[in-house]
């Protein structure tokens, strides 16, 4: 059972009413597709993801064993776009069957069944579902229309409790800068302690 659901929003768009034009997977000018800038960061989803990029990203990210997309839409197919790159380069399927705004209990009935992390890429408006879902609370809580640099990561304590954390991975130049809560910050203090404790094993100082 997967105790550990990473959610992200689909890459970036541009309207074509400010004389820019979104890009389809086969290079063209598409209605459907992502900016520039939006390719950009489905890129950059491939190292953040894999596991190369293990050593250097927030510990509360994982490589997914899963990787789902919300279906396309005839304006947009962002979701399944924007996590290709990275499902091709884990060899992992994008699994595109649930719809965004309807069918976020079931993607969860199927994603909690999966051994292992698993990544989902969803409309912004409907990100929150997921977490009432699984978190619960009565706070109201909304993913900004203009965010695309954010991830939520959704997993389960020992407890069987599910709590939210927020990354922010820098991914791009321009996007926010990580944020790490007390987590973080206690695994820091204890790989720092680590550290010293081998420094005076090293040089003698402990009996």
Known sequence: MS?????????EKVDPRDGAF?????GRARTTGLSVRGWQRAGALVPLFTPQGAPRRDPRLATPMAIYAASDRPRSHRPTLTVGPLAE?????????????????????????IDGPVLVCWRH??????VRTLV??????????????EVWVLAQAPSG??????????LLAGD????FDEVDAARSRAASASRVSSSSRSIGLTR
Do not use: K, M
């Not at 649930?98 to 994603?111: I, K, N, P, V």
């Open 3 to 11: 105790t550990t659901v990473i959610l992200i929003r689909h890459a």
């Open 22 to 26: 979104n890009v389809g997977l086969d």
């Open 89 to 113: 380069a884990l060899g992992l399927p994008v699994q595109s069957a649930f719809r965004s705004g309807r069918d976020e209990e079931a993607l969860l009935t199927d994603a909690l069944a």
């Open 125 to 130: 408006d409907d990100l929150p579902r997921f």
């Open 136 to 149: 619960g609370g009565d706070t109201p809580l909304r993913w900004a229309s203009r965010c695309y640099d």
């Open 161 to 170: 409790r599910w709590v939210r954390h927020v990354v922010h991975p820098a």
């Open 176 to 179: 926010r800068a990580p944020q």
